[in-house]
Protein backbone atom coordinates (compact mmCIF):
# COMPACT_ATOMS: atom_id res chain seq x y z
CA UNK A 1 0.00 0.00 0.00
CA UNK A 2 1.52 3.57 -1.17
CA UNK A 3 0.59 6.14 1.81
CA UNK A 4 1.51 9.79 1.27
CA UNK A 5 1.22 11.65 4.19
CA UNK A 6 -0.28 15.19 3.69
CA UNK A 7 1.53 17.88 6.09
CA UNK A 8 0.65 21.30 4.68
CA UNK A 9 -2.82 22.72 3.36
CA UNK A 10 -0.68 23.58 0.44
CA UNK A 11 0.06 19.85 -0.27
CA UNK A 12 -3.59 19.14 -0.06
CA UNK A 13 -4.60 21.64 -2.63
CA UNK A 14 -2.11 20.39 -4.51
CA UNK A 15 -3.03 16.72 -4.45
CA UNK A 16 -7.03 17.79 -4.41
CA UNK A 17 -5.70 19.04 -7.73
CA UNK A 18 -3.54 16.38 -8.98
CA UNK A 19 -6.68 13.97 -8.40
CA UNK A 20 -9.31 15.80 -10.23
CA UNK A 21 -7.30 17.25 -13.13
CA UNK A 22 -6.27 13.31 -13.97
CA UNK A 23 -9.97 11.99 -12.97
CA UNK A 24 -11.72 14.52 -15.43
CA UNK A 25 -9.14 13.34 -18.09
CA UNK A 26 -8.37 17.34 -19.50
CA UNK A 27 -7.68 16.89 -22.86
CA UNK A 28 -3.90 17.91 -23.91
CA UNK A 29 -2.72 21.33 -23.95
CA UNK A 30 -2.64 23.83 -26.73
CA UNK A 31 1.34 23.69 -26.81
CA UNK A 32 1.64 19.91 -27.08
CA UNK A 33 -1.08 19.65 -29.47
CA UNK A 34 0.94 21.95 -31.76
CA UNK A 35 4.31 20.21 -31.33
CA UNK A 36 2.44 16.82 -32.36
CA UNK A 37 1.00 18.38 -35.09
CA UNK A 38 3.77 20.26 -36.29
CA UNK A 39 5.60 16.73 -36.42
CA UNK A 40 2.73 14.90 -38.53
CA UNK A 41 2.62 17.79 -41.03
CA UNK A 42 6.43 17.84 -41.31
CA UNK A 43 6.79 14.39 -41.44
CA UNK A 44 4.08 14.18 -44.20
CA UNK A 45 5.41 17.03 -46.36
CA UNK A 46 8.71 14.38 -46.70
CA UNK A 47 6.30 12.33 -48.15
CA UNK A 48 5.22 14.46 -50.31
CA UNK A 49 8.55 15.59 -51.63
CA UNK A 50 8.85 12.03 -52.82
CA UNK A 51 5.90 11.51 -55.07
CA UNK A 52 3.81 13.64 -56.43
CA UNK A 53 0.74 11.34 -58.02
CA UNK A 54 -1.62 11.51 -55.51
CA UNK A 55 -4.56 13.73 -55.76
CA UNK A 56 -5.46 17.00 -53.34
CA UNK A 57 -8.57 15.41 -51.86
CA UNK A 58 -6.21 12.26 -50.84
CA UNK A 59 -3.29 14.67 -49.47
CA UNK A 60 -6.21 15.97 -47.14
CA UNK A 61 -7.61 12.62 -46.10
CA UNK A 62 -3.65 11.49 -45.22
CA UNK A 63 -3.31 14.84 -43.23
CA UNK A 64 -6.28 14.59 -41.14
CA UNK A 65 -5.42 11.31 -40.44
CA UNK A 66 -1.72 11.99 -39.77
CA UNK A 67 -2.73 14.73 -37.46
CA UNK A 68 -5.83 12.24 -35.87
CA UNK A 69 -3.01 9.28 -35.20
CA UNK A 70 -0.21 11.52 -33.86
CA UNK A 71 -2.71 12.90 -31.22
CA UNK A 72 -4.38 10.22 -30.56
CA UNK A 73 -1.39 8.34 -29.59
CA UNK A 74 -0.34 10.33 -26.42
CA UNK A 75 -3.82 10.21 -25.23
CA UNK A 76 -4.25 7.86 -21.89
CA UNK A 77 -7.03 5.31 -22.33
CA UNK A 78 -7.78 3.16 -19.33
CA UNK A 79 -8.91 -0.26 -19.62
CA UNK A 80 -12.45 0.64 -17.95
CA UNK A 81 -12.41 3.61 -21.24
CA UNK A 82 -11.43 0.87 -24.09
CA UNK A 83 -13.92 -1.67 -22.78
CA UNK A 84 -16.63 0.65 -22.20
CA UNK A 85 -15.76 1.87 -25.74
CA UNK A 86 -16.05 -1.69 -27.03
CA UNK A 87 -19.43 -2.51 -25.66
CA UNK A 88 -21.21 0.51 -26.56
CA UNK A 89 -21.95 2.16 -22.81
CA UNK A 90 -21.61 5.29 -21.67
CA UNK A 91 -17.96 7.39 -22.21
CA UNK A 92 -18.73 9.18 -18.77
CA UNK A 93 -20.65 9.51 -15.95
CA UNK A 94 -21.75 12.62 -13.98
CA UNK A 95 -24.36 13.76 -11.64
CA UNK A 96 -24.55 17.33 -13.15
CA UNK A 97 -25.72 19.18 -16.64
CA UNK A 98 -23.38 22.20 -17.83
CA UNK A 99 -24.42 24.80 -20.21
CA UNK A 100 -21.27 26.88 -21.69
CA UNK A 101 -20.81 30.80 -21.48
CA UNK A 102 -19.11 32.91 -23.37
CA UNK A 103 -18.20 35.70 -20.19
CA UNK A 104 -15.22 37.93 -21.75
CA UNK A 105 -17.70 38.34 -24.72
CA UNK A 106 -20.23 40.05 -22.33
CA UNK A 107 -17.83 41.68 -20.31
CA UNK A 108 -16.26 43.56 -23.35
CA UNK A 109 -19.79 44.62 -24.18
CA UNK A 110 -20.34 46.20 -21.22
CA UNK A 111 -16.70 47.99 -21.21
CA UNK A 112 -17.67 49.25 -24.54
CA UNK A 113 -20.88 50.44 -23.35
CA UNK A 114 -18.70 52.44 -20.57
CA UNK A 115 -16.16 53.83 -22.40
CA UNK A 116 -19.05 55.38 -24.66
CA UNK A 117 -20.65 56.66 -21.94
CA UNK A 118 -17.48 58.26 -20.51
CA UNK A 119 -16.45 60.09 -23.59
CA UNK A 120 -20.51 60.98 -24.05
CA UNK A 121 -20.30 62.86 -20.83
CA UNK A 122 -16.83 63.70 -20.96
CA UNK A 123 -16.82 63.49 -16.98
CA UNK A 124 -14.31 61.04 -16.25
CA UNK A 125 -11.59 61.85 -14.08
CA UNK A 126 -7.78 61.92 -14.68
CA UNK A 127 -7.46 58.20 -13.17
CA UNK A 128 -10.27 57.06 -15.41
CA UNK A 129 -8.75 58.77 -18.72
CA UNK A 130 -7.25 55.56 -19.57
CA UNK A 131 -9.49 52.88 -21.43
CA UNK A 132 -9.84 50.10 -19.30
CA UNK A 133 -9.48 47.79 -22.33
CA UNK A 134 -7.46 45.17 -20.01
CA UNK A 135 -5.36 43.15 -21.87
CA UNK A 136 -7.86 42.90 -24.61
CA UNK A 137 -7.07 43.27 -28.35
CA UNK A 138 -9.64 46.50 -29.06
CA UNK A 139 -9.87 45.10 -32.76
CA UNK A 140 -11.89 41.96 -31.58
CA UNK A 141 -13.90 43.84 -28.60
CA UNK A 142 -16.94 44.33 -30.51
CA UNK A 143 -17.74 41.11 -32.53
CA UNK A 144 -20.25 39.56 -30.56
CA UNK A 145 -20.59 35.14 -30.00
CA UNK A 146 -24.00 33.35 -31.26
CA UNK A 147 -23.95 29.86 -30.28
CA UNK A 148 -26.22 26.66 -31.95
CA UNK A 149 -28.16 25.42 -28.82
CA UNK A 150 -30.22 22.24 -29.04
CA UNK A 151 -33.33 22.79 -27.93
CA UNK A 152 -36.85 20.98 -26.35
CA UNK A 153 -36.01 17.11 -26.32
CA UNK A 154 -32.71 17.92 -28.58
CA UNK A 155 -34.84 18.33 -31.75
CA UNK A 156 -34.25 21.63 -32.74
CA UNK A 157 -31.50 23.77 -32.98
CA UNK A 158 -32.03 27.47 -31.66
CA UNK A 159 -29.35 30.47 -32.61
CA UNK A 160 -28.83 31.50 -28.85
CA UNK A 161 -26.80 34.97 -27.98
CA UNK A 162 -26.57 34.85 -24.04
CA UNK A 163 -26.35 38.69 -23.61
CA UNK A 164 -29.31 39.58 -25.22
CA UNK A 165 -31.33 36.97 -24.18
CA UNK A 166 -30.42 38.08 -20.54
CA UNK A 167 -30.38 41.55 -20.89
CA UNK A 168 -34.30 41.54 -22.73
CA UNK A 169 -35.36 38.88 -20.07
CA UNK A 170 -39.02 39.22 -18.42
CA UNK A 171 -39.52 41.94 -16.14
CA UNK A 172 -40.65 38.70 -13.42
CA UNK A 173 -36.96 37.78 -13.29
CA UNK A 174 -35.74 41.18 -13.29
CA UNK A 175 -33.44 40.07 -10.27
CA UNK A 176 -31.86 36.83 -11.40
CA UNK A 177 -28.17 37.34 -11.65
CA UNK A 178 -26.14 35.82 -14.97
CA UNK A 179 -25.19 33.07 -13.57
CA UNK A 180 -28.42 31.88 -12.42
CA UNK A 181 -29.64 32.57 -15.62
CA UNK A 182 -27.91 30.18 -17.40
CA UNK A 183 -27.92 27.97 -14.93
CA UNK A 184 -31.98 28.05 -14.65
CA UNK A 185 -33.58 29.00 -17.88
CA UNK A 186 -33.03 27.89 -21.81
CA UNK A 187 -34.10 29.23 -24.77
CA UNK A 188 -37.06 27.27 -27.19
CA UNK A 189 -39.28 28.38 -29.59
CA UNK A 190 -42.64 29.04 -28.85
CA UNK A 191 -45.32 26.47 -29.57
CA UNK A 192 -49.19 26.32 -28.72
CA UNK A 193 -48.93 24.64 -25.44
CA UNK A 194 -46.42 27.98 -24.52
CA UNK A 195 -49.31 30.08 -25.63
CA UNK A 196 -51.60 28.47 -23.55
CA UNK A 197 -49.58 28.80 -20.36
CA UNK A 198 -48.65 32.64 -20.92
CA UNK A 199 -52.29 33.75 -21.77
CA UNK A 200 -53.11 31.70 -18.51
CA UNK A 201 -50.37 33.16 -16.51
CA UNK A 202 -50.96 36.59 -18.27
CA UNK A 203 -55.05 35.99 -17.11
CA UNK A 204 -55.47 34.58 -13.63
CA UNK A 205 -52.59 32.64 -11.00
CA UNK A 206 -55.55 31.15 -9.61
CA UNK A 207 -55.93 28.88 -12.92
CA UNK A 208 -52.35 27.78 -12.76
CA UNK A 209 -52.51 26.93 -9.50
CA UNK A 210 -55.53 25.04 -9.05
CA UNK A 211 -54.59 22.89 -12.34
CA UNK A 212 -54.24 18.84 -11.90
CA UNK A 213 -51.47 17.26 -12.47
CA UNK A 214 -47.84 17.58 -12.48
CA UNK A 215 -47.01 21.88 -12.87
CA UNK A 216 -45.36 22.60 -16.46
CA UNK A 217 -42.37 24.15 -15.76
CA UNK A 218 -42.53 27.82 -15.80
CA UNK A 219 -42.31 30.31 -18.83
CA UNK A 220 -40.91 33.59 -19.51
CA UNK A 221 -41.17 35.72 -22.29
CA UNK A 222 -38.85 38.17 -23.52
CA UNK A 223 -39.48 42.33 -23.68
CA UNK A 224 -40.28 43.95 -26.87
CA UNK A 225 -37.09 44.80 -27.69
CA UNK A 226 -35.84 41.55 -28.34
CA UNK A 227 -35.43 40.31 -31.43
CA UNK A 228 -37.18 36.84 -30.96
CA UNK A 229 -40.21 38.51 -28.84
CA UNK A 230 -42.59 37.01 -31.24
CA UNK A 231 -40.66 33.21 -31.51
CA UNK A 232 -39.34 32.29 -28.82
CA UNK A 233 -39.18 31.94 -24.73
CA UNK A 234 -37.52 31.73 -21.94
CA UNK A 235 -38.36 27.85 -19.98
CA UNK A 236 -37.31 26.40 -16.64
CA UNK A 237 -34.56 23.37 -16.97
CA UNK A 238 -36.39 20.45 -15.38
CA UNK A 239 -32.91 20.34 -12.96
CA UNK A 240 -30.00 23.04 -12.81
CA UNK A 241 -27.31 23.16 -15.27
CA UNK A 242 -23.75 24.03 -14.10
CA UNK A 243 -22.19 27.12 -16.33
CA UNK A 244 -19.02 26.56 -17.98
CA UNK A 245 -16.72 29.67 -19.20
CA UNK A 246 -15.43 29.96 -22.26
CA UNK A 247 -12.56 31.88 -23.25
CA UNK A 248 -10.34 33.59 -20.64
CA UNK A 249 -11.10 32.29 -17.18
CA UNK A 250 -11.46 34.60 -14.07
CA UNK A 251 -8.58 35.39 -12.85
CA UNK A 252 -6.98 35.39 -8.86
CA UNK A 253 -8.46 37.65 -6.65
CA UNK A 254 -5.16 38.59 -5.07
CA UNK A 255 -3.45 39.81 -8.52
CA UNK A 256 -3.06 43.80 -8.29
CA UNK A 257 -3.10 43.62 -12.67
CA UNK A 258 -6.02 41.69 -13.17
CA UNK A 259 -8.32 43.55 -10.20
CA UNK A 260 -10.03 45.40 -12.61
CA UNK A 261 -10.96 42.52 -14.82
CA UNK A 262 -11.67 40.27 -11.48
CA UNK A 263 -13.95 42.50 -10.18
CA UNK A 264 -15.78 43.59 -14.08
CA UNK A 265 -16.56 39.30 -14.18
CA UNK A 266 -17.88 38.98 -10.50
CA UNK A 267 -20.45 42.03 -11.34
CA UNK A 268 -21.49 40.62 -14.47
CA UNK A 269 -22.00 37.16 -13.47
CA UNK A 270 -23.38 37.53 -9.79
CA UNK A 271 -24.91 40.86 -9.98
CA UNK A 272 -28.23 41.35 -11.90
CA UNK A 273 -28.23 44.12 -14.52
CA UNK A 274 -29.59 45.24 -18.17
CA UNK A 275 -27.33 47.78 -18.65
CA UNK A 276 -23.34 48.85 -17.52
CA UNK A 277 -25.00 51.67 -15.36
CA UNK A 278 -26.42 49.05 -13.63
CA UNK A 279 -22.78 47.44 -12.66
CA UNK A 280 -20.55 50.78 -12.57
CA UNK A 281 -20.71 54.45 -13.20
CA UNK A 282 -18.49 56.41 -15.20
CA UNK A 283 -16.90 58.30 -12.19
CA UNK A 284 -15.60 54.60 -10.82
CA UNK A 285 -13.23 52.10 -11.55
CA UNK A 286 -14.80 48.39 -11.88
CA UNK A 287 -13.23 47.68 -8.47
CA UNK A 288 -14.68 50.51 -6.38
CA UNK A 289 -18.12 49.52 -8.30
CA UNK A 290 -17.80 45.53 -6.95
CA UNK A 291 -17.35 47.35 -3.50
CA UNK A 292 -20.60 49.37 -3.89
CA UNK A 293 -22.80 46.32 -5.56
CA UNK A 294 -21.20 43.28 -3.37
CA UNK A 295 -24.06 43.59 -1.04
CA UNK A 296 -26.28 42.20 -4.07
CA UNK A 297 -24.22 38.86 -4.38
CA UNK A 298 -26.45 36.13 -2.67
CA UNK A 299 -24.89 33.95 -0.63
CA UNK A 300 -24.87 30.86 -2.78
CA UNK A 301 -22.89 33.12 -5.14
CA UNK A 302 -20.53 33.54 -2.89
CA UNK A 303 -19.55 30.11 -2.07
CA UNK A 304 -19.24 29.46 -6.29
CA UNK A 305 -16.70 32.86 -5.99
CA UNK A 306 -14.83 31.22 -3.05
CA UNK A 307 -14.76 27.83 -4.61
CA UNK A 308 -13.12 29.59 -7.98
CA UNK A 309 -10.29 31.27 -6.00
CA UNK A 310 -9.89 27.97 -3.94
CA UNK A 311 -9.49 26.23 -7.59
CA UNK A 312 -6.53 28.76 -8.54
CA UNK A 313 -4.79 27.96 -5.01
CA UNK A 314 -4.91 24.67 -5.69
CA UNK A 315 -3.46 25.29 -9.52
CA UNK A 316 -0.78 27.44 -7.63
CA UNK A 317 0.13 24.74 -4.85
CA UNK A 318 0.31 21.60 -7.55
CA UNK A 319 2.67 23.86 -9.90
CA UNK A 320 4.99 24.75 -6.79
CA UNK A 321 4.69 20.86 -5.92
CA UNK A 322 5.66 19.98 -8.80
CA UNK A 323 8.80 22.44 -9.92
CA UNK A 324 9.79 21.71 -6.40
CA UNK A 325 10.02 18.04 -7.39
CA UNK A 326 11.81 18.84 -10.72
CA UNK A 327 14.49 20.74 -8.48
CA UNK A 328 15.19 18.55 -6.26
CA UNK A 329 15.99 15.77 -9.46
CA UNK A 330 18.55 18.31 -10.92
CA UNK A 331 22.00 19.62 -9.90
CA UNK A 332 23.05 21.14 -6.19
CA UNK A 333 22.21 24.38 -7.49
CA UNK A 334 18.43 23.20 -7.68
CA UNK A 335 18.41 25.18 -10.70
CA UNK A 336 15.27 23.97 -13.57
CA UNK A 337 16.57 22.49 -16.50
CA UNK A 338 13.77 23.91 -19.43
CA UNK A 339 14.05 20.68 -20.99
CA UNK A 340 11.89 18.92 -18.30
CA UNK A 341 9.00 21.61 -18.68
CA UNK A 342 6.62 21.30 -21.46
CA UNK A 343 7.05 23.17 -24.44
CA UNK A 344 6.60 26.87 -24.76
CA UNK A 345 6.24 27.05 -20.83
CA UNK A 346 9.21 29.01 -18.86
CA UNK A 347 10.00 28.18 -15.25
CA UNK A 348 7.46 30.68 -13.83
CA UNK A 349 4.72 28.18 -15.21
CA UNK A 350 3.76 31.15 -18.69
CA UNK A 351 3.11 30.37 -21.89
CA UNK A 352 3.50 32.57 -25.04
CA UNK A 353 0.73 33.87 -26.44
CA UNK A 354 2.20 33.19 -30.36
CA UNK A 355 1.12 30.01 -30.26
CA UNK A 356 -2.05 30.30 -32.18
CA UNK A 357 0.18 32.77 -34.78
CA UNK A 358 2.72 29.79 -35.37
CA UNK A 359 0.07 27.05 -35.93
CA UNK A 360 -1.28 29.22 -38.31
CA UNK A 361 1.59 30.21 -40.20
CA UNK A 362 2.42 26.26 -40.16
CA UNK A 363 -0.59 25.44 -41.82
CA UNK A 364 -0.09 28.12 -44.31
CA UNK A 365 3.11 27.22 -45.60
CA UNK A 366 1.27 23.79 -46.62
CA UNK A 367 1.98 23.05 -50.24
CA UNK A 368 -0.16 25.87 -52.59
CA UNK A 369 -0.89 23.00 -54.98
CA UNK A 370 -3.22 21.34 -52.29
CA UNK A 371 -5.10 24.18 -52.55
CA UNK A 372 -5.12 24.92 -56.09
CA UNK A 373 -6.01 21.21 -57.10
CA UNK A 374 -8.88 21.31 -54.97
CA UNK A 375 -10.33 24.29 -56.52
CA UNK A 376 -9.52 23.10 -59.88
CA UNK A 377 -11.00 19.51 -59.44
CA UNK A 378 -14.15 20.30 -58.02
CA UNK A 379 -17.46 22.53 -58.10
CA UNK A 380 -17.69 24.61 -55.00
CA UNK A 381 -20.08 23.37 -52.54
CA UNK A 382 -21.33 27.35 -51.48
CA UNK A 383 -21.58 27.95 -54.92
CA UNK A 384 -23.72 24.91 -56.08
CA UNK A 385 -26.00 25.66 -52.50
CA UNK A 386 -26.79 29.30 -54.08
CA UNK A 387 -27.46 28.35 -57.57
CA UNK A 388 -30.26 26.23 -56.23
Known sequence: MDIKFIWSGSDAKALVYYITDYVTKMSLSFHDTF???????????????????????EKSRKLVLRCYNTLASQ????????????????????THKFQGIFLIQIERFLQTQ?????????SQLVEHAVVDDDIFDEDNNNEEEFHIQLGENDQRYVLVNT????????????????????????KKKMNTSDLKYLFKTAVSMEEKVSQKGRPPNERYSFQKQHPQM????????????VPILYGPQIPRRDRDDTRERYSRALLTLFVPWRTVSDLCNTSQTWEEAFKVQQHLISVHSWTIIENIQLLHECKKDRDDHLLQV???????NGTIDPAMLPVSQDVAGEYDDDDSN???????????????????????????????
Not at 367 to 375: E, F, G, I, S
Open 230 to 241: TTHLLMKYGEHH
Open 358 to 388: ALLELLGNLDDRTTDLANASRKSTENTYIEE
Open 35 to 57: SLVQKSITSLKNSWDQTDKETAI
Open 114 to 122: LNEMRVKQK
Open 75 to 94: QELSGVQVASYLMNWGDHYT
Open 326 to 332: IAEAQTE
Open 163 to 186: RIDYQYRSDSINNMCLYDFVSILY
